[in-house]
């Protein structure tokens, strides 16, 4: 069974005080992630090492999703859209990709998240939309290649609730959550 595991990272040198600084993973009973660094409070090899490793850790975790945003993203290219690099993730916006999520829902979406890809309508929507998106990239680093089957079913299980399987999903609840306190800072 699945269920939430908190690992640590600390930071400091033998002679000072450790700081340490709380992650949750999402993860088997059967494994366990705990890391330590060490260093004087400030970038060290280590701490930049770990930085390093944690980001491919999560790369590849999202990665099969990141593809299928990333091709899409690429026949928005090929049919005149653009593309800028934000927050650690490619934003694809215009061309195919506008006509794309223009279809999607009975309304059009202004923009969706595929791993560390984000998918909007144009330029001005991205930076709306992009603190409600990278929660989604946080929710696809915890939930990884599972992210897309849990995420459509729990729009299905509440679809046949007879709820708004976008506006109940809790996914969709986290990310207008938490996207408040970053819009108002």
Known sequence: MLKPVTFTVGFGDFSSKIRQQRYSLVTNSRWKLWFLSLDAGKLSIWGFLLNVLLK????????????????????GLLTGGRVQVREGCLE???????????RLGTQGVA??????????????TLDIVRSHEQIHVTQYEKWGVLFIPVYLGCSAYLWLAGKDCYRDNPFEQQAYREEAPRIKN
């Open 92 to 102: 694809f916006f215009g061309g195919f990709v506008s006509r794309f999520l223009e």
């Open 111 to 124: 923009a969706m998240t595929l791993g560390h890809t984000i998918l909007g309508q144009d330029r001005e």
């Open 56 to 75: 491919v850790i999560f790369y590849t975790w999202t990665s099969p999703n990141s593809l299928i945003g990333s091709l899409l993203g690429l026949i």
